[in-house]
Structure formats: structure tokens, C-alpha cells
């Protein structure tokens, strides 16, 4: 008898290829998509910092692809629509309001079902990277991977931020409540970095996963951060997250992962923690909790 052994390798966290648009590409300002199975491609959105929405979808089917989206007071992408995807897209420069007295702008949000975001690079937004949905409508069936979110201080002024300052909330902020099914996202392959103390708030986390979702973490990497996980139980009308985090790393931050609210159904499976990590889990957990294959991580590839 043959034996045949088959080794599967982790894909490696991170972008799979350049963000943003190859070539000559077209400069245009704000759009709205709403012709289905549209596919965008190679263009720069440049809102030139107004009072609106860079690119708003509108129809199913739709693709972003390289493109660059930047330079708007109000929201990169917003996705109200079906089976859409954003691939190799650079969103950054969504600034709104002040450093001292911000308001939300962010990266990608909307109430979509069955969005994709792959390849991605998002940076310097004064709200969340992604966030859905910030009404808490029905959203569900998202997947990021193989993206880059980051934050830091700004290299010059733009619009009512000055340089230095560095804006953000969260990479990644759910929102839902509990008479809606429960939202479903998948983040996997990605890194994030950046959300740390002397930001726009307190409680500065990578993801901020919270309300009624079932949300899946794999093969991340997360440093400088605050807080890499902040993983939010507790009931009433906006219920709590069920969350599992596997194969994940993390370095240099104070926390790596917070439980809050006794939240129920929390699963950390295999995931590394570098020596600069201050603390690698605070611990409030309800029913279903599991934890196993905690070790130390390899030296953070710079």
C-alpha cells in the first residue's frame, strides 16, 4: 500500500499583490454603481474631500477592482447590494470632522449580503476601516482576506486633521441587533497594526467585535495595537458576539485578546503570542467557552 501525505501550509497573512490601480488610471469623482454585475476596474475616485460618500453600490453583482478610493469627509465605499466584491483596492484619507472632536468616516460599510473584500489596503479613516451596518439593518455572509488595515500618525494635514495626529477607531467594528438573524463574517489572512493609545479614543481595538454576530477569525497577525481583539458578550436588543479565533499571532500590544460581558460561545484555538505582548488574555466568558494550543509565536517577520 502507498501512503500519500499531503501538507497543507497556512497561507501567508497579508496582501497577495500591490493594492491600487497598475498603470495609467483614470482620475473621477464620486459615483454611484447601480447596473448589475458592473465591474470597475483600474479607476481613482478622488471625493476631493466633499460632504459625500465616495462610491456607493447600489446593484448586485458588482466588482471593484484596483482601484484606488480616497480623500472624502463621509465614507470610502458604502455596499448596499448582493454578491459583491472589492479586490486590490487602496481606501485611506476618510477624515471627518477633527482630531479632538472626530466624527465617523469609514473605509467600507453599508448592509450588504455576500460581500468579499480581498486584497485590500485600508488606512488613515477617522471612523472604522470596515464597519456593517452602522443602522444595524441585516447584513450578513462577508469575508475579508488576504488585506492590510493600518493606522498612524498622519504625514501631513488633511482636511480637519493635522499631521501627527492619528485618526481611527477600530479596523473592524460589527453592529447588529437581535431581531435580525445573526450577521455571519469571516476575516482570515490579514494583518493589522496601528490602533494604539494616543488615538481618537480609549479602548482603541483592532477588531471590535460585538452584537448579535458569529464572526470567525483565522491565520491573522496583529501588533501595535491597544487591543487586538476586543471580543463583547452581554444581551438585550443588541444580543453578543460569537467568536472563534484560530491559527492567529500576536506582538507588541498590551492586550491581545479581551473577553467582555461573559460572552458566550468563545473559542481560541492555536494561536502565538510574541514577548512584547503585556497581556495575552482577559478573561470574561459565559457558556460554550473553549481554549487550547496557546503558545509562544515566532519572531514577527519585519
Known amino acids: 500500500m502507498i501512503v500519500v501525505a499531503l501538507l497543507v501550509l497556512a497561507q501567508t497573512p497579508g496582501l497577495t499583490g500591490e493594492a491600487g490601480p497598475r498603470g495609467a488610471a ?133 482636511a480637519g486633521f493635522g499631521r501627527g495626529e492619528q485618526p481611527g477607531e477600530n479596523a473592524l467594528d460589527t453592529k447588529q441587533k437581535s431581531s435580525n438573524a445573526r450577521s455571519k463574517i469571516v476575516i482570515r489572512n490579514s494583518i493589522f497594526h496601528g490602533w494604539k493609545k494616543g488615538g481618537q479614543i480609549g479602548n482603541l481595538a483592532a477588531l471590535n467585535l460585538k452584537n448579535h454576530v458569529e464572526a470567525r477569525v483565522e491565520n491573522c497577525v496583529f501588533y501595535d495595537n491597544e487591543i487586538a481583539l476586543r471580543l463583547r458578550g452581554g444581551g438585550g436588543s443588541l444580543g453578543g458576539a460569537h467568536v472563534t479565533v484560530e491559527r492567529c499571532s500576536f506582538y507588541a500590544g498590551d492586550v491581545a485578546i479581551r473577553s467582555e460581558d461573559r460572552i458566550e460561545n468563545l473559542k481560541i484555538f492555536d494561536c502565538g503570542y510574541g514577548g512584547d505582548v503585556e497581556r495575552r488574555f482577559i478573561r470574561d466568558v459565559g457558556a460554550g467557552f473553549e481554549m487550547r494550543g496557546e503558545h509562544d509565536a515566532p519572531p514577527r517577520k519585519r
Not at 448582493?82 to 467600507?108: E, Q, Y
Open 26 to 158: 483614470r482620475t473621477r469623482g464620486p459615483i454611484e454603481i447601480r447596473t448589475k454585475g458592473a465591474t470597475v476596474e483600474n479607476v481613482i475616485v478622488d471625493a476631493e474631500f466633499a460632504e459625500r460618500d465616495a462610491v456607493r453600490v447600489l446593484a448586485d453583482g458588482v466588482t471593484l477592482r484596483r482601484c484606488e478610493i480616497r480623500n472624502g469627509k463621509r465614507d470610502g465605499i458604502e455596499v448596499y447590494a448582493k454578491d459583491v466584491t472589492i479586490d486590490s483596492c487602496r481606501i485611506h484619507h476618510f477624515l471627518n470632522g477633527t482630531f479632538k472632536d472626530p466624527a465617523d468616516a469609514h473605509g467600507i460599510t453599508g448592509a450588504p449580503t455576500r460581500l468579499t473584500i480581498r486584497n485590500c489596503e485600508i488606512f488613515y479613516v477617522s471612523g472604522d476601516s470596515v464597519q456593517f451596518d452602522p443602522g444595524r439593518d441585516a447584513w450578513t455572509d462577508v469575508v475579508i482576506e488576504n488585506c492590510e488595515f493600518w493606522t498612524g500618525p498622519l504625514p501631513a494635514d488633511a
